[in-house]
């Protein structure tokens, strides 16, 4: 659970900050995110010194000064040292604008009206971040073993195989886990990884993770090769979705500079 709090004495802002979360996280489905809505800046530091604490701040900047003449954005760093802040300004961010000696330890700051993709934008930083020093964050998948359901990070799946009702997971380590019998349908289990893009379904029985896909070939044969060795087989009425899948997910800002299939590299 990623929970974000959102503080803003303006309703109009509050809502349309809330709706632009709505937006980012029915398209980030992990981690699960949770929103606090705060009116008032008080409201926020009570709960704050009551124990209650956030990992990100989406606090709206006002010249109106709290608390002894600070600042918002110094009255909340004060009473919470660790959390990530984000500042909305009514003027372009130049005092707040984050830098080498920014005392206040902004995680960005944003002109109002912000900007949808330059919000989304820092939100995949902030929570990336996150997601690097808290395990519990991150996404797993929950596997069921004959002897318990096992929670496997995402980023610990190579490839899996779904044969006769038993599912087999291929670990980035080289080893290998077998499920007990599925009682529902393949596509449930893997659900929660298609809906991350960086997964793809290759045929009805393999599911591979692209980050740890060498190429895709189509002569000789049509086949998946994973950084371990394997090649997975691809039907042919396939081939070409799971090209233009790997193509587009490869060239995404971030990833491995791979020449894209069919193309050279630069």
């Keep these: 659970m990623f929970d974000i709090a959102i503080c803003n004495n303006n309703v109009n802002e509050l809502e349309h900050m809330d709706y632009l979360l709505e937006v980012y996280r029915l398209a980030h489905p992990w981690p699960v995110i949770k929103i606090r809505r705060f009116q008032s800046l008080y409201d926020l530091v009570d709960c704050i010194r009551a124990g209650r604490t956030f990992p990100l701040y989406l606090l709206g900047h006002s010249s109106e000064l709290w608390m002894n003449g600070h ?7 004060r009473e919470e040292p660790k959390g ?21 330890r902004l995680a960005a ?8 993709q330059a919000l989304f934008h820092v939100l995949d ?11 519990s964050l991150q996404p797993c998948l929950p596997f069921p073993t004959p002897d318990k359901t096992l929670n496997l990070p995402f980023s610990k799946l190579s490839h899996i195989l ?18 007990s ?42 086949e998946v090769w994973m950084a371990d060795g394997a090649r ?13 899948e790997y193509n587009g997910y490869i060239t995404l800002p971030g990833k491995r500079r791979i020449a894209p299939v069919g193309k050279k590299a630069p």
């Design 71 to 77: 600042s918002p954005e110094a009255v909340l760093r």
């Design 84 to 104: 990530e802040i984000i500042a909305f300004t009514s003027t372009r961010p130049t005092s707040l604008q984050v830098s080498p000696i920014d005392p206040l």
């Design 109 to 116: 700051s944003l002109a109002r009206p912000v900007d949808d």
């Design 125 to 135: 930083r902030v929570i990336e971040k996150s997601l690097s020093k808290d395990l």
């Design 162 to 179: 779904y044969d006769a009702h038993i599912v087999t997971c291929y670990m980035a380590d080289g080893g290998a886990l077998r499920s």
């Design 181 to 222: 019998t599925l009682r529902k349908p393949f596509y449930q289990l893997i659900r929660p990884l298609l809906l991350e893009r960086r997964f793809c379904q290759v045929s009805t029985a393999w599911v591979v993770n692209m980050d740890l896909v060498d190429k895709v070939t189509q002569q000789p044969r049509r």
């Design 232 to 244: 997975i087989p691809v039907p042919a009425n396939a081939i070409s979705g799971v090209i233009e």
